[in-house]
């Protein structure tokens, strides 16, 4: 078997390089977005700091994985405008990963060939592949399955993969929407953990949707709550519980009820209202 990268190996194969000097990362300025009649996002304005981790809480309809296809470039922007890392985006960008909450794996390529697809889509050069894929498959703990396909994968592990199919890239924003939806409570919880762990290691600004509250605590520098459709900018909380944090961690600290309560409070007190 291969030896295990280590993990400054992996952090440098990995990580960006923070090299500009403007604080903000994303700039969300005043985007509106319509399906036919229905308006889906309203004025929804938003700053994301470089290197932050950001939740997106709301209501189901709310429009934020609308809000999360604007950002990458995959949906029309109406109203307004996006700006990441002062460009406005125009189409799917490179810099953007996205994780979804289906694995989206190709059922006939091996893991390693899943985790390589979005660089072999570019041509990029095979020593450089390697040397991402082997890093990425260290960091989120599936040494040793390289030649597994993904029916052989429990969901947890299939979206491990998601992730480091997304981490391979190495955009400088990493996009997650609902991406541990679809595991049982016990996995969700590790895959919280080793996130946690790996963003602390590379640093990545992140957008993070969830209907989670406890998810959103436990992972988020701050939390943007949704009001539902047409979705708007509820609220936005500072989670001021320190890292390293763990699950356990998160929900002993004295905030933590607090938190959750307004989070509730700013997700309950806009129900029933459409405009
Ligand atoms: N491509 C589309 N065409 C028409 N309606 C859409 C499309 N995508 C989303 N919608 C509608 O927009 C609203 C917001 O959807 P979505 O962004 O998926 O919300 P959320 O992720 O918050 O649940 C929903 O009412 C959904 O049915
Ligand atoms: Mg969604």
């Given at each position: 078997m291969l030896k295990r990268t280590t993990k400054s190996t992996v952090s440098k194969i990995l990580s960006i390089s923070a090299d500009e000097e403007d604080p903000i990362a994303i700039r969300i300025e005043h985007i509106c977005k319509w399906f036919g009649d229905l308006l889906?996002?309203?004025?929804v304005s938003l700053e994301i700091a470089k290197n932050e981790f950001v939740c997106i809480v709301g209501?189901?309809?709310?429009?934020k994985t609308t809000l999360l296809r604007m950002l990458n470039g995959l949906a029309e922007i109406d109203v307004g405008r996006i700006l990441v890392d002062g460009t406005e985006v125009q189409g799917p960008r490179r810099d953007m990963a996205m994780v979804f909450q289906?694995?989206?794996?190709?059922?006939?390529?091996?893991i390693d060939k899943n985790i390589s697809f979005p660089l072999d889509l570019v041509g990029m050069d095979k020593g450089e592949i390697a040397e991402r894929v082997k890093a990425a498959i260290t960091l989120v703990g599936l040494?040793?399955?390289?030649?597994?396909?993904?029916?052989?994968?429990?969901g947890g592990m299939k979206q491990r993969v998601g992730l480091a199919r997304a981490l391979v890239v190495r955009p400088s924003v990493l996009l997650l929407d609902?991406?541990?939806?679809?595991?049982?409570a016990q996995t969700r919880e590790t895959l919280q953990e080793e996130l946690l762990k790996i963003w602390s290691d590379l640093r990545q600004t992140a957008v993070f949707v969830t209907h989670s509250i406890d998810e959103a605590i436990t992972l988020a520098d701050r939390i943007v709550v949704m009001s539902a459709r047409p979705g708007q900018v509820n609220g936005i909380l500072d989670v001021d519980i320190p890292r390293p944090r763990t699950v356990e961690s998160v929900r002993r600290d004295s905030r933590y009820p607090g938190l959750r309560e307004q989070v509730r409070a700013l997700i309950g007190g806009q129900e029933g209202n459409h405009e």
């Open positions: 889906v996002l309203k004025d209501a189901s309809g709310s429009g289906q694995f989206d794996l190709f059922p006939w390529k091996t040494d040793g399955f390289e030649s597994k396909y993904p029916n052989q994968l429990s609902e991406p541990f939806g679809a595991v049982d």
